[in-house]
């Protein structure tokens, strides 16, 4: 019974340490991306199909895991409280 609650507090604390290493590098994906849209004046589809294949996948794997959604939504909530007035 002992093991199973550690185990258990182990795996969630590696994932909670996992969320919070992310959400800096998804605040940096998110500022790129937007940065790139307002300076390409392109619609966000349309970056997207320019961009390479190996671009594509890794935008994918780093916004479309579910592993990644609350390092995502955090980082994007950030984005727009800082980001509110511009």
């Known amino acids: 019974m002992m093991e199973d609650s550690f185990i258990f507090y182990v795996i969630g604390g590696v994932l909670l340490l996992y969320i919070v290493i992310m959400i800096p590098i998804q605040y940096r994906n998110i500022v ?48 727009k409280i800082r980001h509110r007035n511009k």
């Open 32 to 79: 790129a991306t937007k940065e790139e849209i307002k300076k390409s004046k392109k619609t966000h589809n349309e970056m997207y199909e320019k961009m390479s294949f190996e671009e594509q996948q890794l935008q994918f794997n780093l916004q479309g895991s579910l592993l990644n959604l609350p390092s995502t939504l955090i980082a994007t909530l950030i984005y």
